[in-house]
């Protein structure tokens, strides 16, 4: 089981390499987390979460990889959840991404305050704003708002439970 700091090393890890592609077990990276803990402790702890193998349930905040990640996730039954980035029009590789997803896998979030989708981009995100990031998931897999929101609804029922 995984105690709370090698959960919190691999937050730190992944917030990280995400923002700005920096090397896991990073100086900076141990510093601006504060993990009270060495680069090479974060690089022992990742060692260790890949023996254990990943988690039950992985879901991938605000997905951002290409078709080829989504597939190589999808493959392990892993969720890939989209944020408004789907919306933006240099985010082409996103969207290819979205297309290969299996409907059982796929889920939508706000990543509120941030990633606010067009035309709303630039202002603060918000739950509200969530239709905009649906039309275009539906958009881009070609089946209905309406079937779209079936599909998030029944993959977020079975992934955090009932309301």
């Known amino acids: 089981m995984l105690d709370e700091r090698k959960l919190e090393v691999l937050k730190a890890i ?53 078709a080829a990640m989504a597939a190589h996730c999808a493959e392990r039954g892993w969720y890939l959840s989209f944020a408004g980035v789907v919306t933006y029009s240099s985010a082409g590789g996103l969207r290819d991404a979205l297309r290969v997803v299996p409907d059982d896998l796929v889920l939508v979030e706000t990543d509120a305050p941030y990633l606010t989708p067009v035309p709303h981009r630039g202002r603060p995100n918000a739950s509200y704003l969530m ?21 998030l609804w029944d993959n977020a029922q079975r992934v955090f439970g009932a309301w």
């Not at 990280?16 to 601006?32: H, I, N, T």
């Not at 275009?136 to 599909?151: K, Q, W």
């Open 14 to 66: 992944v917030t990280d390499y995400v923002a700005s592609q920096e090397p896991v077990g990073s100086k900076a990276l141990v510093e601006r987390h504060q993990l009270n803990v060495s680069p090479a402790t974060v690089r022992n702890d990742m060692a260790v979460l890949e023996d254990e193998g990943a988690p039950e349930r992985v879901i991938f905040h605000c997905f951002s990889g290409d």
């Open 131 to 151: 239709p905009w990031t649906v039309r275009a998931m539906a958009r881009e897999r070609g089946v209905s708002e309406v079937a779209m929101c079936g599909t």
